[in-house]
Every structure is written in C-alpha cells, then in structure tokens.
C-alpha cells in the first residue's frame, strides 16, 4: 500500500524552528519526487519544497529560500523539512506529497490552484502554528 505519513508539527514562537518528518512506503523510493505544501484557511494551497529522490536535486518557494531545508534518509524512506526562522505566516497544514520525478521543479512554482494536477498522492496533512 502507498502511503505517505507526516509528522513533527506543533506551535512555536516567531523565529523558531519545526523539523517534520514524511515516511513514505510502498515506493521505488529511489526514483521519485518527494515534498511539501502548504495550505492556510483563506490562502491558495502552495508548493513549499520538493526533493528528487535520486540525483539530490532540491527546490523551494521563493517564500522560504534561506528558511526552509528538505532533505532525505534513504535509508529510511523518510523526507525531512527543517523550517526555520519561522513567521507567523508559514502558519499552515502541511502535507507530504509524492509526485513524478519530471514534475519535480514545477512543484514550487505552479498557482496552488493547478498543483494537484502534479501530485499523486498527499498525507494527511500535520499542523505548523507560528505564534507572533
């Protein structure tokens, strides 16, 4: 079975920092796309950083560049988002996803309202609180 569980989210205080974490199972965990998005209620959902599994190729929303660090255990099949300097606008759900590796650097760029069409799967989601 597919499956893509996040973890690690919470409540901080502005400039914090959050690590969550993304098992994935029942994938070629070698050959895929992996990431992030975000959605706040009221806000268009939005891509926040991907990972190619395979080459290391890493990319990031123009919103957390120099904030935010995706990074990935192999052997462990796990993807990891170290977020700091947190503000209270990266408040947020935050959901895992899965995507082909072609679509890699479209994730972070793409209108939020198009991003499902990239994606083929998603966690349920964890919860990022940043408190001002």
């Known amino acids: 079975q597919v499956q893509l569980v996040e973890s690690g989210g919470g409540s901080v205080q502005a400039g914090g920092s959050l690590r969550l974490s993304c098992a994935a199972s029942g994938y070629t965990y070698s050959s895929k796309c992996f990431g992030w998005f975000r959605q706040a209620p009221d806000k268009e959902r939005e891509g926040v950083a991907s990972?190619?599994?395979?080459?290391?190729?890493?990319y990031y929303a123009d919103s957390v560049k120099g904030r935010f660090t995706i990074s990935q255990d192999k052997a462990k099949n796990t993807v990891y988002l170290q977020m700091n300097s947190l503000k209270p606008e990266d408040s947020a759900m935050y959901y895992c996803?899965?995507?082909?590796?072609?679509?890699?650097?479209?994730?972070?760029?793409?209108?939020?309202?198009?991003?499902?069409?990239?994606?083929?799967?998603w966690g349920q989601g964890t919860l990022v609180t940043v408190s001002s």
């Open positions: 990972i190619v599994t395979g080459g290391g190729s890493t």
């Open positions: 996803l899965a995507a082909p590796t072609v679509a890699c650097s479209q994730l972070t760029v793409v209108p939020g309202r198009l991003l499902n069409g990239y994606l083929e799967l």
